[in-house]
């Protein structure tokens, strides 16, 4: 059997940045408006810090506006709760992203409720998760709707697939199942209790895998010609690359798994690319809807 067809995420991922610029000047000339995001970052998480970057770097590359606000790790639950609020009044602001994780002791959950539903880009807020299960029209999680555009394109047809989730967090796992039902696949969440997970995993035509644990699916595991998005990113030591080395990996032994599936995301360059520029997608619809225009066609 052949090996699997890489899907490449940083190939999609421009195809969306391209259709996000080409809606931002459109409603540019013919509304005057400029999408606008607004980034929150508490604390001094050293990802968190280069995410933020990156995603001000791309929308400002799409032809949006963006606006930062960087609070000092010790930042009051009430004070960031209080911009948020300013953030909802603000009618040139657009979209708002928290950056996750917030730091201690500040209730993650009970900041992004604070978020007014309609500028909650990055798909989080209780209205928007219930729009999502209920089948209304709402903001999706960035990374699961990018996993769902490479799923797309890679097969022919989702309907009565046998679809493995493989984590229930609120950012990926549970969202992604939903999607996956929208389109009639069979779905499965498989999370640190199941049993068996080997043998679930050799049942499903797709695979996702958000756990956050190293190589944790063996390819043994992998069902032959099946298609696998792995989500995990993983920092593992590299002696290769020098004391301290260390390089990313996903959940998935790529390796293995590559010599048995049918299409096959890679770690770095598959699900991640994709994150960001869906964010940048969701911002130019928020925008839109905010304004009474229909959805630019991304």
């Known amino acids: 059997m052949s090996e699997a067809k890489i899907i490449d995420g940083r190939k999609f991922a421009a195809e969306v940045r391209r259709g996000v610029a080409a809606a931002v000047a459109a409603l540019k000339a013919a509304h005057g408006l400029v999408p606008n995001l607004a980034i929150v970052l508490v604390g001094d998480d050293e990802a968190s810090h280069v995410y933020v970057r990156a995603k001000g770097r791309q929308a400002e590359e799409a032809g949006m506006a963006t606006v930062e606000y960087l609070l000092p790790k010790d ?4 004070e960031l709760l209080t911009l948020i609020e ?3 009044a603000d009618a040139t602001v657009n979209g708002i ?3 996750l994780p917030l730091p201690a002791p500040i209730a993650t959950p009970k900041v992004l409720a604070a978020v007014d539903p309609a500028k909650d ?4 807020h209780p209205v928007n998760v219930g729009r999502l299960w209920s089948g ?10 990018g996993c769902m555009v490479m799923l797309k ?12 989730v493989i984590g229930r967090s609120n950012i990926v796992g549970k969202p992604m199942a939903a999607l996956l039902l929208r389109e009639n696949a069979t779905v499965t969440i498989a999370h640190s209790k199941t049993r068996d997970l080997a043998a679930r995993c050799r049942e ?3 695979l996702v895998a958000a756990v956050g644990r190293a190589r944790l699916i063996e390819g043994a595991w992998i069902k032959p010609g099946s298609c696998v998005l792995d989500v995990g990113i993983n920092r593992v030591p590299a002696p290769d690359k020098g004391k301290g080395g260390t390089r990313i990996v996903g959940d998935v032994d790529f390796e293995a798994a590559r010599k048995v ?8 360059g598959g699900v991640g690319p994709m994150t960001i520029a869906c964010l940048m997608r969701n911002t130019v619809i928020a925008a839109s809807r905010q304004r009474g225009l229909p959805d630019p066609g991304i």
Do not use: K, M
């Open 75 to 78: 930042t009051p639950e009430q």
């Open 86 to 88: 300013r953030l909802n």
């Open 97 to 99: 992203l928290v950056q």
């Open 121 to 124: 880009v990055d798909g989080f």
């Open 136 to 145: 209304a029209a709402g903001v999706v999680p960035c990374t699961p709707y």
């Open 153 to 164: 394109a890679s097969l022919r047809g989702l309907a009565g697939r046998r679809a493995l």
């Open 204 to 206: 499903a035509d797709i």
């Open 261 to 268: 599936a049918g299409h096959i995301t890679p770690v770095p």
